[in-house]
């Protein structure tokens, strides 16, 4: 089975400082890793994904994320934050060969001006 | 959206009633999958499709079921709808071409309140 946890139901942050939304993940075979971000009232959009090679992964909106086998995590990164950034991140896994993405529960973004 | 539709975006019903929600795609994509989200939960997995007439089971598909008669459309059915199925209903869908690469890709939802 796989898993997906994000330890931290919500994450405050200053306008203008780094930020990093975490997540650690659990697969039987390679990983493929998503993040996603929700605003009120919308569906899920696709952030950034690690398929395979850099552990450096960038995305839309200035989003970065770094994968670590060693520490199976998938973290989630912007230099300096955005009060829009305000919104509920989501991580999530897909094992090769199994069709089923699991998500995790999903973490409070708040960026204080 | 990625050309997905979810009908309808609001519904409140009564306890054992039958309800149908409706989740229309206009990408010819191969896999479609219903989500409800709860707080405390995250997105879990009700029922997901790989093709036309063929659907599996996900982690909470107790109380519902789907059906999928054409590739556009995936229809999720609550029987006889129970409080606890008061919930967020989001369906996505995932391209073809290649398939472990590709994210998903999500409706605007429905919000399903059950009285």
Not at chain 1, 84 to 113: E, N
């Amino acid at each position: 089975a796989q898993s997906v946890a994000q330890p931290e139901d919500q994450v405050n942050v200053a306008e203008g400082n780094p930020l990093t939304v975490k997540c650690t993940y659990s697969v039987s075979g390679n990983p493929y890793l998503f993040w996603y971000v929700q605003y009120p009232n919308r569906g899920l959009q696709f952030l950034l994904k690690y398929i395979t090679g850099d552990n450096l992964v960038k995305g839309s909106y200035g989003f970065e994320a770094e994968f670590n086998k060693s520490q199976t995590s998938f973290h989630l990164k912007k230099p300096s934050a955005l009060v829009s950034d305000s919104a509920l991140y989501f991580c999530a896994v897909f094992s090769g060969g199994y069709q089923k993405v699991t998500f995790g529960i999903g973490t409070k973004l708040q960026v204080i001006p | 959206d990625a050309g997905i539709t979810q009908s309808p975006r609001h519904k409140v019903t009564e306890t054992g009633t039958p309800v149908t929600l409706r989740c229309h795609q206009t990408e010819n994509h191969r896999y479609m999958y219903w989500y409800r989200q709860d707080p405390g939960h995250g997105l879990r997995l009700i029922h997901y499709s790989y093709g036309v007439k063929d659907t599996d089971k996900g982690e909470v598909s107790d109380g519902y079921s789907v059906s999928r008669s054409k590739t556009e459309d995936f229809l999720l059915t609550l029987e006889s709808a129970t409080s606890s199925q008061t919930s967020v209903y989001f369906c996505a869908i995932r391209g073809d071409r290649s398939s472990y690469n590709s994210p998903l890709h999500f409706g605007n939802g429905t919000r399903l309140t059950v009285t």
